[in-house]
């Protein structure tokens, strides 16, 4: 006995007795109730039921009515017990002989513990290794049965439950959020036919054109194989010698280049279906389709030195971003639209439709709206879900077909192929993330892991012993469009896959002055990165074919002359249909002008203007804006009317670059505080520099005038008041809403 009364030990309130001669006694653990899902400080939102966390279906849902509550688990209140369920009186302490003595093969409980745990990982996804995921449902505007038999397009109002992962797609599992980098779109539609997948991309269009060819494209762009260098970053020389040796690839480089490489939340930006699909009715008529997710919120970009500095002050930024605006009910929405067109229309288009490096411009074809999707649940588990969710591009439905392009054919053979090796068997349809809410009936048996158990003595068919079933839907079922087709094999191109340039220079010549600049920007910053001289000169030999300015920037910004156009793959001259298309900038969709979840910092410091500090954070509270206290330490501050404000952020925890923007409040004495403070310092300059918006109150121009922000020029974004009335909230909140206030960049930055 070492003489210590339970009741002292201090280590684990759960197991008094857990030294000397007491332990041959075990005692009773305790335990402590949970809050109540409503109860403050719950991280669940079961209260926001959609259909795939149980509750009835409302009518003019999908008739299934499944869930996850069955295979949903929670210890609260519950005996802890081994895999056999065996209750256990003690999971801390190892079975040993004597106190000291050597620990006993036979204790199982140990050695289960361990075992599983040794187990615990999982391989991660080849690409797109790290995402983050939400439920939700998708919400159908008006009947589509003239084009497609999807039920999930069947009614005006009918809602689909839908569980949505984004992700990037070089980095490995715990790699940063804020790569340059394409983002991952996938959603998988649990519709009452079964399961559709859309696994895209925030670009809508690929490196590729043909699936052979994306072992070497990942390869080129993962860490490069003999020093596992860089992680999630295509700025080195593999990646950039592959890509300039594919001009098929130009025009997506474009994209990854541009501002859509670096968004600010997965709840801002568009997503693709990129390939053309096909809907296909009833009568078997087919249309061809290009799928858009747009977000409510508007498409909005970071800046590249901002998103290197959140890399380091936050890597779980677009995670965080999203999981918090769940969480605090702002659900994230989208709304779905599709470019519909025939096989005639697209004979006649100057590019391609199989071709995946190329877009159909919304001039040509526009977008027609079909739904909306809400992401209102996150997660329980971010293993049994977001970890173990596995889309595959050949899980499509009724009503929704491919075309013949030679990307998506490898992709519908690659995803289900991934999973088996990645989840351990071909039985990963059974996980729960997978398992469909239509029935599954079918003769396929056994496997790995097998969850259902089948009943009778028939898995075969024809069969007259289990009276024919499960039996064929024909017409109602599955069909393919029948396709005719007669060609000979051959492994080539069509003639038009070969034009390689037209359209990057309709997605150059379509952006805004800002985002022209940032695409130079990024080529300079990648180019610097790689060291081999004829890979930047091929890089920009490509670029002249896209723009002669663009080409000359960027060879400017390597300290290069210019290098000759490379050479084009075909003398076909292309005639584009349209030279500019507006709505390939990201300002074509602002989104609804609110401010709703932004992140904005309210710097405090003892004695800092009561008015002004409370009168800026309601106005901004009520539009839906996130605001935090940021001081010169986490805690209280006393501001000038003796009023106490707590401070849930400090400049050195929560630098500028994790907020759309800043409040500096009126107060003498704090005010002189924070101007010898150079955090406080640098916070304004990264706000400035990363064209946000800046609010100062009386005293708080003397901050901005200490960072040596320029005040000369007008600046919509750079608000200076005597105090913090409504004009001057007006303002700043109209400035919030622009996102960003780039005609103050210059190169190199001023501040
Ligand atoms: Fe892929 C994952 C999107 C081309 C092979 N891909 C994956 C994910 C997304 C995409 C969003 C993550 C899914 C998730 O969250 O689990 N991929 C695309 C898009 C492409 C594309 C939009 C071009 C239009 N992919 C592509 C090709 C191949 C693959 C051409 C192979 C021939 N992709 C895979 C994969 C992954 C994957 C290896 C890795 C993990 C997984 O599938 O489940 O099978």
Redesign the pocket.
Known sequence: DTGTTAASLPFNANKPAEYGAATAVPITGQHTVPPSPDATGSTLSETNASGKTGGPAEAGLNRVGGDLLRVRADGGGQVMTTNQGVPLADNQSSLKAGLRGPALLKDFILREKITHFDHERIPE????AR?S?AHGYFECYAPLTDITCASLFAEAGKRTPVFV?F?TVAGERGSKDTARDVR???VKFYTDEGNWDL???NMPV?F?QD?MK?PDLVHAVKPEPHHGMPQAASAHDTFWDFVSLMPESTHMLLWLMSDRAIPRSYRMMQG?G??TFRFVNAQGASVLVKFHWTPMLGTHSLVWDEAVKISGADPDYHRRDLWEAIETGHYPEWELGVQIFTEEQAEAFSFDVLD?TKIVPEELVPITPIGRMVLDRNPDNFFAETEQ????TAHVVRGIDFTNDP??A??I???V???IS?LGGPNFHELPINAPLAAVHNNQRDGMHRQTIHRGRVAYEPNSLGGGCPFQAGATGFVPFPEPIAADELRGKPEKFAEHFAQASLFYASQAPHEQRHIAQAFRFELSKVTVPAVRERVVSMLRNVSEPLAAEVAEGLGMPLPEPMPRATAVEVKPEVDVSPALSQLARPGDGGIATRQIALLVADQVNADAVLATAQALIDRGAMVRMVGQHVGIFAADDGTQLDADASLENHPACLFDGVIIPDGQAAITLLSDDGRALEFLRDQYRHAKTILAIGAGRQLLEAAGIPLDAPDPGVIQAEQADARAMAATVAALAMHRHPERETDPPRV
């Open positions: 996804r080849i690409v797109h995402g995921a992962r992700s991952g779109f996938a696994v895209g991309n690929f590729i699936a994306f693709f990129v390939h995946a969710v596995a889309f595959c990307l998506l490898g992709r053979h690659s995803y192929d991934t999973q990645r």
